[in-house]
């Protein structure tokens, strides 16, 4: 009668497995979202991190004008190996602005010198609070902004080739 108690340890382990199996073969997503795309760019003023170019304001986004929004930093390696992508964005007409991450103008301006610079203007978040109001968690990230100055689309992670043509479409279609 007692013997089926001798498999309750062999179902504990048969489920325990299955658990962990599911977890390593379908790991969840950890990707943080932003919670404010499709709502307006909150407000932020940053002062410049590299001599030649000027800093980065809210305002400067919403005339019209559609524009990507590239959080980046220099130390940052999957910001070098986006960089490719983003000359090429520049090159089809796309405006990128960027915020620079606890970085140094020193640093910044060898990271542009080396990478490239597809940048019109380049704001210093020395202590990340615009990056953290935007709802970004990590370098590099890109927000789509629209011409009225809404949030439309957040790229989470390094743009990769394949998704620049589409990327290019996206802001075509936000004007």
Request: with cysteine; aromatic share 8%; hydrophobic share 45%.
């Amino acid at each position: 009668m007692r013997r089926w108690l001798l498999w309750v340890p062999f179902g504990a382990f048969a489920l325990l497995f299955a658990v962990v199996a599911s977890g390593l073969f379908r790991p969840a997503d950890r990707t943080v979202r932003s919670t404010l795309v499709d709502k307006p760019l909150p407000a932020f003023k940053l002062g410049a991190v590299v001599p030649n170019k000027p800093g980065l304001a809210s305002g400067d986004f919403g005339h019209g004008q559609a524009r990507l929004l590239n959080v980046f930093a220099s130390w940052c390696v999957p910001c070098m190996a986006e960089a490719p992508q983003l000359m090429r964005l520049k090159a089809m007409g796309v405006p990128i602005d960027a915020i620079a991450i606890r970085d140094t103008g020193p640093a910044v301006q060898g990271f542009l010198k080396r990478f490239g610079d597809p940048y019109a203007r380049i704001g210093n978040d020395r202590v990340s609070r615009v990056q953290l109001s935007l709802g970004s968690s990590g370098v590099p990230e890109t927000f789509l902004i629209d011409g009225r100055g809404r949030i439309v689309r957040q790229y989470v992670g390094d743009i990769q080739p394949d998704q620049v043509a589409g990327i290019a479409a996206a802001v075509k279609a936000a004007q």
